[in-house]
């Protein structure tokens, strides 16, 4: 089975997928969405399971946040983990499909504890979010790898060390 893991590439390629797939709401992020998905969408034509972050509601205002240009990778890449929701599983294939095997099921309980942990992750991501908003309408550059810099320049993620490299 060819299992294509995002993270092997980068959140980059996390966020062209989810794009690609999801689309995006606002005027500035669909400007450079057609162009960043085209450098950084990894191809997943072959995959039979693809496995990458766990996304939900927050995750969008981080990806629309970055191709608005008010995040960078870096940032994003951090904001992701928030909540530690994990990893999610999309199966793909007729083969990932036949290779499942029922087990077992149960009824999960909700635990006030997980829900108040992922509440306030959301939390902090969007005020996090605001903040640097605020920033920016205050004149802030905002540093590092942003969508601007990723289209106009060519970056390839550093398996090895977790970092891309511009060349």
């Known amino acids: 089975m060819n299992v294509l893991k995002l993270d092997d590439f980068g959140p980059m390629a996390w966020v062209a997928e989810v794009i690609a797939n999801r689309g995006v709401t606002s005027a500035i992020a669909r ?28 995750y969008g205002d981080v990806i629309e946040a970055f191709m608005s240009g008010e995040i ?14 994990g990893e999610e599983y999309f199966i793909k294939s007729r083969n990932a499909f036949d290779c499942l095997k029922f087990i077992d099921s149960f009824t999960p309980e909700y635990s006030e504890v997980m829900g108040s942990e992922i509440s306030a992750a959301r ?37 090895e060390l977790g970092y891309y490299e511009r060349r």
């Open 123 to 159: 939390k902090e991501v969007l005020h996090f979010l605001q903040q640097r908003r605020l920033q920016i309408a205050m004149r802030y550059q905002v540093p590092e790898i942003t969508v601007i810099d990723a289209i106009t320049n060519t970056y390839f993620y550093n398996r």
């Open 31 to 58: 400007e450079f969405s057609g162009e960043f998905v085209k450098r950084y969408k990894v191809n997943t034509l072959n995959a039979d399971l693809i496995v990458g972050y766990r996304a939900d509601d927050s």
């Open 72 to 85: 960078t990778v870096e940032e994003v890449k951090r904001l992701f983990y928030k909540g530690e929701l």
